[in-house]
C-alpha cells in the first residue's frame, strides 16, 4: 500500500547538488509531501514538506511538480554527512498522525 | 537547540523480564510517539500518545506493551514480558505538528 516510489539507492559527488525523486502518483488534494533522513544508526531527522508549491529551507528544497505527483528534493550542496536513507512521505496533516516510512533511498556522497 | 533524549542507549534483557524505555520529549512539545526499527528494516510505528491517553496504536503494540506519561517531562514505553522478536531499536518522537517529528537517538533493545 505504498503511496510513494523512491530510487533505492544514488550516488553523489561531494559538493555537487544531490536531486532525490520521489512519484505519488495517487496523492489527493489534502495530501503534503514531506521528507525525513536517518543517517546510519541515528533517530530520522524532519528535512522539509509542501503542499504544491515549491519550498527551500537551510537544509533543502523541494520541488513539486505541477500535477503533484512527483516531487524531488534537492541538497544544493552534499557533503559527507548528506550519507543517509531518504524518505518521501506523502499523508495529511493532522496534528497526531504517526509517520509511515518506506524503504527511502539510500544516498551515498562520494568524496 | 532542544532536543528529545532517551534512556538507556543500549540494554540488555533476558526474555520474559521486564524493561521500560524512557524519554525526555521536547519541553512544549504536546504530541508523544513510539517507533521501532529491527536491524535492516524499515522504521515502524507503535505508539502515539496525546492528552495524557493513546490516540493511535499500532499491530504491534499488543498488551505487552504500554506507555506512560508518569510526570511532566518523562514519557515512557514499558515491555511487560520481553520477546526475542522484540530486539530492536525504539525510538521516541515529540512534536507540535505531525509532519515535523523530532526523534530521538534510540535505544537499542536486546533480548537474549
Known amino acids: 500500500d505504498a503511496k510513494t516510489t523512491q530510487p533505492t539507492s544514488m550516488d553523489c559527488a561531494e559538493g555537487r547538488a544531490a536531486n532525490l525523486p520521489c512519484n505519488h502518483s495517487t496523492i489527493s488534494g489534502n495530501e503534503y509531501v514531506y521528507w525525513y533522513r536517518q543517517i546510519h544508526s541515528q533517530g530520522p531527522q524532519y528535512i522539509i514538506h509542501?503542499?504544491?508549491n515549491n519550498e527551500t529551507n537551510e537544509m533543502a528544497s523541494l520541488i513539486i511538480t505541477e500535477d503533484r505527483k512527483s516531487s524531488t528534493l534537492i541538497l544544493p550542496h552534499a557533503t559527507l554527512r548528506d550519507t543517509a536513507v531518504y524518505y518521501c512521505i506523502v499523508s495529511q496533516v493532522n496534528r497526531d498522525d504517526k509517520i509511515i516510512f518506506g524503504k527511502g533511498t539510500r544516498l551515498h556522497i562520494l568524496p | 537547540e532542544p532536543e528529545v533524549t532517551q534512556t538507556p542507549s543500549h540494554q540488555v534483557t533476558q526474555m520474559g523480564q521486564e524493561v521500560i524505555l524512557r524519554c525526555v520529549p521536547i519541553s512544549n512539545h504536546l504530541y508523544f510517539y513510539w517507533y521501532r526499527q529491527i536491524l535492516g528494516q524499515k522504521v515502524e510505528f507503535l505508539v502515539s500518545?496525546?492528552?495524557?491517553?493513546?490516540?493511535?496504536k499500532s499491530e504491534i503494540f499488543d498488551d505487552q506493551f504500554s506507555v506512560e506519561r508518569p510526570d511532566g517531562s518523562n514519557f515512557t514505553l514499558k515491555i511487560r514480558s520481553t520477546k526475542l522478536e522484540d530486539s530492536a531499536m525504539y525510538f521516541c518522537a515529540s512534536s507540535t505538528h505531525s509532519y515535523e517529528q523530532y526523534f530521538g537517538p534510540g535505544t537499542r533493545l536486546t533480548v537474549t
Open positions: 500518545f496525546y492528552n495524557n491517553e493513546i490516540s493511535e
Open positions: 509542501g503542499l504544491k
